[in-house]
Each structure stands twice: as structure tokens, then as C-alpha cells.
């Protein structure tokens, strides 16, 4: 049974940073790119950034680019989302998400098969 559990949301002020963990189990965390979407009130969900199994190719939402950094340990089955100058509209549930394949950073969620239960980020003005 595939588990995915985030940690590392909260409350932060404007400017500030928060980093994001995702634990998996219940696969060979390695056979799969991964991905981060998130979900603001009243919106649909939507992609944030992607990385390959081997973490040496990544792809990002234009809105985080350069702010937010996605990476993975394999051997400690972990996914991370490094955000730094956080903004109001990034307020969200963040999600994590085990993509189909190994390779594709895709930012259609249609490509990943299981989703963790989010966690919380509220950026304050």
C-alpha cells in the first residue's frame, strides 16, 4: 500500500521560507518521478515542480521559478520542496504525488498515480 505523508507546512510571514517533506512507502521510491501540486481556496489544484528519479532533471511552474527548489533522497525515500520568498498567493495544501514513470516531470496531474493528504502552507502579508 503506497503512503505518502508531507510535513513541514505552517504559517510564515511574507519574504520568509518554508521547506516541505514527503515520505513514501509502500514502493520503490526510485522507480518514479515525482511532483508537488498545490490547491488554494476556491481554486483548482495545480502543478508546482517535478523531478526525475535521479533527480538531475527537474521542471517548475513559471509562478515559482527561482524561488522554489524540488529535490529527492532516494535512499531515505523523501521528496523535499524548498520554498524561499514566499509570497500571499502561495497559500495553498500542498500535495505530493508519485508520478507513472521514471523520467516525465509532467505538470498534468493526470500523470501521477498516488497523492499524499497535503499540508498546510499560509503566507501572511
Known amino acids: 500500500q503506497v503512503q ?10 511574507a519574504g520568509g521560507s518554508l521547506r516541505l517533506s514527503c515520505a513514501a512507502s509502500g514502493l520503490t521510491f526510485s522507480y518514479h518521478a515525482m511532483g508537488w501540486f498545490r490547491q488554494a481556496p476556491g481554486k483548482e489544484r495545480e502543478f508546482v515542480a517535478a523531478i526525475n528519479w535521479g533527480g538531475d532533471v527537474t521542471n517548475y511552474a513559471n509562478s515559482v521559478k527561482g524561488r522554489f527548489t524540488i529535490s529527492r533522497d532516494n535512499a531515505k525515500n523523501t521528496l523535499y ?4 520568498t514566499l509570497k500571499p ?3 495553498a495544501v500542498y500535495y505530493c504525488a508519485v508520478g507513472r514513470g521514471r523520467w516525465s516531470t509532467s505538470n498534468s496531474q493526470y500523470d501521477y498515480a498516488y497523492w499524499g493528504q497535503g499540508t ?3 503566507v501572511s502579508s
Open 4 to 13: 505518502l505523508v508531507e510535513s513541514g507546512g505552517g504559517l510564515v510571514q
Open 81 to 84: 520542496l524548498q520554498m524561499n
Open 89 to 91: 498567493e502561495d497559500t
Open 120 to 122: 498546510q502552507v499560509t
